[in-house]
């Protein structure tokens, strides 16, 4: 596909000196598409890896479940959510080979002992990056955690200077700490079982706690162009996800007021146009 940021670029069969094993390297080559705005080039990913990474992946009980096909690749566990997009979205940015796994809460797998031997605390996006630090295998859970890993193994998404980097960080807890927990308990009292309840004190107070967090983003994104200005970050993968949440899926644009803070709305347009964002929000892929 045009617009994909890699392919596979070379397969080639070798055999060990090892019992005689067939192993596959697999290189994999990043396209420069230039679809970032601004036209800047995605770096070059030269990645070899092999059949050696099933064994590294069978150390996790996990991949029992949902065994991985591609074992040379990220693995993906996740369902399109708010916080589960934050992680495909980024991998669609940056160009890493992945493969993604649907954890489908109607089956309740995210309560699985599959599951929980990579999240204890049963939440997605969990992932396995078969090439971790020091190229070991290295499993992750926490959306938040899981971006800053991202954004530091590809080098994208964060600035380069120490007060750049941290305040961007900042920003990420902010919406890992306000606006996540906020906007979903007001989608839980607007939408699902507790719009049912007469007392509308809860609901009321998660109104007024997301149009103040909402008030928030919309002062620090006046004459800015992303959260941290002309830089799109992983502060805007964090946060828009779940501001796009708020006004479509919990249907409560009209209830905090959305036109209200028209920064929000601007930078939200320019966040869901990406191409790549167009792509994550989609994956993975429902049954």
Aim: glycine residues 8%; aromatic residues 12%; hydrophobic residues 40%.
């Amino acid at each position: 596909m045009e617009d994909r940021l890699y392919e596979f670029a070379d397969v080639r069969r070798a055999k060990t000196s090892k019992a005689g094993m067939t192993i596959f390297v697999v290189l994999y080559a990043v396209i420069d598409r230039s679809i970032h705005a601004g036209g800047a080039s995605l770096p070059l990913f030269n990645v070899y890896r092999s059949e050696d990474s099933m064994t590294e992946l069978s150390a996790f009980p996990i991949t029992a479940k949902w065994p991985a096909q591609h074992p040379e690749r990220l693995q993906l566990y996740s369902l399109p959510t708010p916080n589960g997009v934050k992680v495909s979205i980024m991998l669609e940015e940056t160009g890493l080979p992945y493969e993604p796994h649907l954890v489908s809460f109607e089956t309740n797998d995210q309560t699985s002992p599959a599951f929980l031997s990579l999240n204890p605390n049963n939440k997605i996006p969990a992932i396995i990056d078969p090439d971790g630090p020091d190229g070991k295998p290295l499993g992750l859970f926490e959306s938040g955690a899981i971006l800053l890993y991202l954004a530091d193994k590809t080098g994208q998404f964060i600035p380069k200077d120490a007060a750049g980097r941290y305040e961007t960080i900042q920003w990420v807890m902010f919406q890992m700490g306000g606006i996540g927990p906020m906007f979903g308990q007001l989608g839980f009292f607007n939408k699902f079982a507790g719009k049912d309840y007469e007392d509308k004190r809860p609901r009321d107070r998660y109104v007024a706690e997301s149009k103040r967090l909402l008030g928030v983003v919309e002062q620090r994104l006046a004459g800015r162009k992303w959260i941290m200005g002309d830089e799109y970050t992983i502060a805007d993968i964090a946060s828009f996800p779940w501001i796009r949440n708020l006004i479509g899926f919990y249907e409560a644009g009209d209830l905090v007021g959305i036109d209200n803070f028209p920064n929000v709305k601007r930078v939200l347009d320019a966040f869901v146009a990406r191409p790549a964002v167009d792509r994550g929000l989609n994956i993975p892929k429902r049954g």
